[in-house]
């Protein structure tokens, strides 16, 4: 992002740093570190994601959530960095997978459906940890691929430069899951409920690389707690009554009952990974990796789940675009866990991570680079993350009221113009359950303007001119159904 936007949005928000120290900290052309050309030479951090799907921000224990049984990610948070104010910027699945590898915004890797496939020459995660002489692993939900939802994702371009793969391109059955093994190209079925298999080829992984003299960097990507909500193990259904649950504020009451039944099962699936999470932390501990492993836990995007009158994702309030997000860091970064307000874009993640681990950040990449502010333990800063929809599709298509906009998330507000104009303005700090709309209001009148103005300005700085979705879809050369979604086969 070219420095003089930087220097635009100061005015907007109180509590910027001052312009010079801002660009220093989170410069994505900061000075770069080499990295080793002897394999040997210095170790680096060992880089573990873990990846959930469709987990919103608010549902852990750590966020305050009464409902949420996480006492694995309570502990993890409590050693962590916690980032209470993460983004999913193009808040659903592929968009989000394609911008955390590449590091761009979804206009600029080309991928903003789902079942669509990155484009092979992109430069990548992987490719970046490859180069620099890390081993990498992918296990679980895939869905960069865009060639049938139960068809191998074969080795070579369309893996995208991790070598060790367990993985699928997307299955939402849980107990009757496909995956691929490495070099075999014969379909496979996880034995258990996929998460609880998953989670032991990563400990596996994890025990293979004792030892080893080159660091690896691993995502374990988790369907779960997507939906079908009600398929997690009787053990953790049974955990939840939906009489006891608790909902949000937001939530009608001609769609409580509903919801409530729904959130049962989706903190049980919740209740699940926490377990696992709970199983990976003590194998790094026993293996010794513990100490050098650089972890970071997140989701793709969040699910509405009968807030606002709506389910799942795509839409621009807190509980579709806000992800939990914590960073556990090595422990010769000594730095003490932290709650960080910062707000951290997805396009953010990959450029933070190779700054974190002195790796060279790429021209190609276009998000920020938070590593300065890290390792600096400087102050939070009120940054405005860019949220969008650029073409509605599939479970907010048209025919259920989806639409394009685009807007910005700050600290404190949310701001939102679809292709008509102005369309939502929260104050998140007094609303935090997003139910006063203060468009047009006199009294928000400036502030309306200031974020109006901020976002004309983010949109122009990124080349984006904010046109109708099927405009895109013909530039991209989209093939797609009455609903506006990409078909996709099994």
């Known amino acids: 992002m070219p420095n003089n936007f930087i220097r635009s949005i100061i005015p907007f928000f109180s509590h910027l740093l001052l312009a010079g120290i801002l660009i220093s900290s989170i410069s994505c052309n900061e000075t770069k570190k080499a990295a080793p050309s002897d394999k040997g030479a210095v170790q680096k951090p060992n880089v573990l994601i873990l990846l959930t799907d469709q987990w919103r921000a608010q549902a852990t224990g750590y966020a305050g959530d009464p409902n949420a049984i996480t006492p694995n990610l309570d502990l993890l948070a409590s050693e962590s960095l916690n980032f209470e104010n993460a983004v999913s910027g193009t808040p659903v699945c592929t968009p989000f997978r394609a911008s955390l590898l590449t590091g761009q915004r979804p ?112 995502i374990v990507s988790y369907g779960t707690p997507h939906a079908p909500y009600h398929t997690a193990p009787e053990k953790y259904r049974k955990m939840f009554d939906p009489k006891n649950i608790k909902l949000r504020e937001n939530v009608p009451e001609k769609m409580q009952e509903k919801a409530k039944t729904d959130l049962a099962g989706y903190y049980a699936h919740i209740a699940a990974i926490d377990d696992m999470i709970g199983k990976i932390t003590k194998k790094l501990k026993e293996e010794g990796q513990w100490e050098n492993t650089l972890i970071l836990f997140t989701s793709d995007h969040g699910d509405m789940l009968g807030s606002q009158g709506a389910y799942k994702k795509q839409q621009p309030y807190d509980e579709s675009i806000r992800v939990p997000m914590l960073m556990k860091l090595p422990k010769d970064m000594n730095l003490a866990p932290a709650v960080k307000k910062t707000v951290i874009n997805t396009e953010d993640i990959l450029p933070t991570l190779l700054g974190l681990c002195d790796i060279d950040i790429p021209e190609s990449i276009e998000g920020m680079n938070f590593s300065s502010i890290i390792k600096n333990n400087a102050d939070d800063i009120d940054y405005a993350a860019e949220i969008r929809c650029i073409q509605p599709f599939g479970q907010w298509g048209r025919h259920r009221g989806g639409k394009e906009f685009r807007g910005l998330r700050t600290l404190r507000y949310t701001y ?68 506006g979604m990409v078909p996709y086969t099994q």
């Not at 940890?129 to 691929?145: A, C, E, Q, R, V």
């Not at 430069?161 to 849980?174: L, R, V």
């Not at 899951?177 to 996880?190: A, F, G, H, R, T």
């Not at 609880?196 to 990563?202: E, I, P, R």
């Open 107 to 218: 206009l600029s890797n080309g991928v903003f459906m789902n079942d669509v496939q990155l484009d092979t020459n992109a430069l990548t995660m992987a490719k970046i940890f490859n180069k620099n002489h890390y081993d990498t692993g992918y296990i679980g939900k895939w869905h960069l691929d865009g060639h049938g939802r139960l068809q191998n994702v074969p080795p070579g371009a369309r893996r995208q430069g991790f070598d060790f793969w367990k993985a699928n391109e997307c299955t939402h059955d849980y107990n009757h899951s496909v995956y691929y093994d490495n070099l075999d190209p014969e379909q496979k079925i996880w034995e258990h409920y996929d998460t609880f298999d998953q989670t032991d080829a990563a400990l596996n992984y994890i025990q293979t690389k004792n030892g080893d003299s080159s660091p690896f960097m691993m």
């Open 416 to 483: 939102t113009r679809d292709l008509n104009g102005p369309w939502l303005l929260y104050d998140n700090q007094t609303d935090p359950f997003q139910q006063n709309n203060l468009i047009g209001q006199a009294e928000f009148s400036a502030v309306q303007e200031r974020l109006d103005k901020a976002l004309a300005q983010r949109l122009n700085a990124n080349n984006d001119a904010f046109l109708s979705g099927p405009e895109y879809i013909k530039k991209y050369g989209y093939h797609v159904d009455k609903n």
